[in-house]
């Protein structure tokens, strides 16, 4: 690799140009190492002496967003969509002979149980990969075939219109619609408020006293009794 990342984190006890020591680990330097003709590599210590130094984390959760390097959301989305699996399957196993649960029931469930599980921080889908809005669409096509007893070569989409659900896409649509649209109205004052003090004064947001109520947000659920 033409970077060295540190393994572990710790605080740099040595560095110099060909080798630094980050606590009880160590990395070496390439010097001048020939690449093709006429290139070479010559690494060079960024860290100095007595530096701390934080571990590469390709995924890390705050307010309850897994944000990962590349800025795709790709974990959260995974995430949503895991969720998701396991509500379809928890009302599947409902309509089972053991139970016998009627379909207007089961699909009354996926509306109110596992649709929210999707739709919530629905923002991730639009910059994470497509595969993973596909997939949650896949899901869906497949519950609902199964609880109409549809054969699996049929349409999804005749499903969907029966069962008078919106295609996945449509419904993260009008959530980040319906987010922004409440971002955008001067009367909810408890949103606008909230977005101001993320926007223009993060730090007032640690002293929030979060016991009264929840909401929905785009950076999670946030609890709050006053500003």
Not at 39 to 58: F, M
Not at 101 to 118: G, N, S, W
Not at 125 to 147: D, G, I, T, Y
Not at 156 to 163: E, F, N, P
Request: hydrophobic share 40%; with cysteine; glycine share 6%.
């Amino acid at each position: 690799a033409m970077v060295v990342r540190a393994r572990l984190s710790g605080k740099g006890t040595y560095v110099d140009s060909s080798r630094i020591e980050i606590g009880s680990d160590h990395h070496e330097l390439k010097k001048y190492q020939g690449l093709n003709e006429r290139t070479c590599q010559n690494q060079k210590p960024i860290v100095k002496l007595g530096d701390e130094v934080i571990e590469r984390v390709k995924v890390i959760r705050c307010l309850g967003v897994m944000f990962d390097e590349r800025g795709t959301f790709q974990a959260e989305a995974e995430k949503r969509i895991n969720a998701f699996k396991k509500s379809i399957a928890f009302i599947s196993r409902l309509g089972a002979h053991s139970w016998g649960c009627p379909p207007a029931f089961l699909i009354k469930l996926f509306q109110t149980v596992a649709i929210p599980k999707l739709t919530h921080n629905a923002w991730t889908f639009a910059v994470a990969p497509k595969k993973h809005l596909n997939h949650a669409e896949r899901l869906q096509k497949s519950f609902l075939k199964r609880v109409l007893s549809l054969p699996k070569c049929s349409s999804g989409d005749v499903a969907q219109v029966h069962t008078a659900i919106l295609p996945v896409e449509l419904l993260l649509t009008k959530k980040c619609a319906s987010l922004g649209l409440r971002f955008l109205n001067a009367n909810d004052n408890i949103v606008a408020r909230e977005h101001e003090s993320f926007t223009h004064n993060i730090a007032n947001t640690k002293q929030l006293i979060c016991k009264k109520c929840s909401f929905l947000t785009p950076f999670g659920i946030i609890a709050i009794e006053q500003f």
